[in-house]
């Protein structure tokens, strides 16, 4: 079977350019987990390399299947220069790695919590995970596997989360699209939930 990881590396390259920095971190028990560091203006954007390494299993099945099952990478979004986003690397990383350690399915709408700030300072210790598609296409790979699909990370502060269980993702979306809410804002505050 291919090593699918340079597909993913070059179709991040195609839709982001060339990476200026990257970061390797490694969990005992899982696979190696990159973080590229990609600029574009004043928007840095980090996108996980490696958990696509393995299809995501459920975590009730007996045996992983080698071959079935979604693959993902996730690709955060901030304004540069705010705050020192840098060190989201490693959350990200430990993000990443939740299919492999915990035996999480990562999907759309779902919320990833990594019980820390996601870098010093930051008012967000979670993210909510964004439909793929818009900032880098699936990458289709040869049957019988699965797409690698590029979620969007959207940060979250703790009452936005909370909120989110109880009213859904897409009532969390709505709620920051009607206050014009700039989620690429390292240090921006919570949105109004009354």
């Not at 340079?6 to 990476?19: D, F, I, M, T």
């Not at 990594?114 to 790979?141: K, N």
């Not at 990370?153 to 700039?182: C, F, S």
Request: proline share 10%; hydrophobic share 45%.
């Amino acid at each position: 079977m291919a090593d699918v990881l340079p597909l993913v590396e070059a179709r991040l390259r195609s839709a982001l350019g060339e990476p200026d920095a990257r970061a390797a971190v490694t969990f005992l028990g899982t696979d190696r987990i990159e973080v590229l560091r990609f600029h574009e203006g004043d928007i840095v954007r980090y996108a996980s390399l490696g958990m696509s390494a393995q299809p995501m299993t459920d975590p009730t099945a007996v045996i992983a299947d080698p071959v079935a099952g979604p693959r993902a990478e996730l690709v955060l979004s901030v304004r540069g220069g705010v705050a020192d986003t840098d060190k989201v690397l490693r959350p990200l990383a430990v993000l990443a790695a939740s299919p492999q350690v915990e035996g999480l399915v990562v999907a759309p709408g779902a919320s990833l919590d990594v019980g820390e700030p996601l870098w010093p300072g930051a008012p967000f210790t979670s993210v909510l995970v964004a439909e793929p598609g818009g900032l880098v296409e699936d990458l289709e790979l040869d049957a019988p596997l699965e797409p690698v699909r590029f979620l969007p990370l959207l940060p979250m502060t703790p009452n936005e989360a909370a909120w989110k269980r109880v009213h859904g993702a897409q009532a969390l979306q709505e709620r920051w699209l009607n206050h014009g809410t700039d989620l690429r804002d390292p240090s921006r505050k919570s949105v109004p939930l009354d």
